[in-house]
């Protein structure tokens, strides 16, 4: 950083020998502050001893010794100041690589071109897993396989990173707790519901009626194939389809056919 060179009635000041012997490995405070009607080159002293702003626009740079009274607001009401502290010998001002551009850089928001097909517009889906899925990989592993809920999890949540949507997957034991987390969903601007609902197969009429009321499209799955061990469930025939005897990928094609079905509606 070079020492700051002022014209004018400051000139003497800024290059004064004496000062410069003087000038001893001290703390300086540079102060970048909005001088409200400075135009633009203008130069005016501050306060007392080396305290000079240059006014660059309507930026203006500060820099004062050690042992000199600090300036507030209290004394310089016209301006707006915030400082920091740096080590070293004195410095006038920091050079022109380091000062405050006139106008700060405008903060860049990243947009996505998601699997719904429209930039900046993300799928939020939500996948419940009903009744006795909390088990999954110790209970009848020879039916549902070994794969436990955090492994799942972990493969689907990786699935939504690859595919650019945002996932939320719920477990609950009570029929109860799920309906109000669809109804939540539909407060929270989801777009779709994934469900295997498990242990509600046989008689969730109460979350069939909700999802009804919500008219959030819904795709069921189950890991085995629920036709083949002659299961019927009673949430069936209010989805948009139902994959069901892949395992654990039933999951997977599960979330893909909402996301085909999202694609279509948002055109």
Do not use: W
Request: hydrophobic share 40%; aromatic share 6%.
């Amino acid at each position: 950083m070079g020492d700051l060179q002022i014209g004018g009635p400051f000139a003497s000041r800024a290059a004064s020998p004496e000062r410069d012997r003087a000038a001893k490995p001290h703390a300086s405070i540079v102060l970048v502050a909005l001088h409200r009607g400075a135009a633009p080159g203008s130069e005016k002293e501050v306060g007392r001893g080396g305290l000079v702003a240059a006014a660059l626009g309507r930026r203006c740079f500060y820099g004062q010794s050690a042992g000199e009274p600090s300036i507030v607001e209290s004394r310089l009401p016209q301006f707006r100041c915030a400082g920091r502290l740096l080590l070293g010998k004195r410095r006038a001002t920091a050079p022109a690589s380091r000062r405050v551009p006139p106008h700060p850089p405008q903060r860049v928001i990243k947009t996505q071109v998601s699997s719904t097909g429209k930039e900046g517009v993300v799928a939020k889906i939500l996948l419940i897993q009903g009744a006795n899925l909390t088990f999954l990989g110790r209970r009848e592993p020879q039916i549902y396989g070994s794969t436990t809920p955090a492994e799942l999890d972990g493969i689907l949540q990786r699935h939504a990173r690859d595919h650019g949507y945002q996932l939320e997957i719920f477990y609950t034991n009570i029929e109860g707790e799920a309906i109000n987390r669809i109804y939540r969903a539909t407060d929270e601007a989801f777009d779709g519901l994934v469900m295997n609902p498990a242990g509600f197969t046989y008689a969730g009429f109460a979350l069939k009626d909700c999802i009804k009321g919500t008219a959030l499209p819904y795709v069921e799955v189950h890991i085995s194939n629920i036709t083949k061990r002659n299961i019927h469930c009673v949430l069936s025939d209010i989805a948009e389809g139902m994959i069901t005897g892949f395992g654990m990928h039933s999951y997977i094609l599960g979330l893909d056919a909402m996301l085909e079905i999202l694609r279509k509606r948002t055109g």
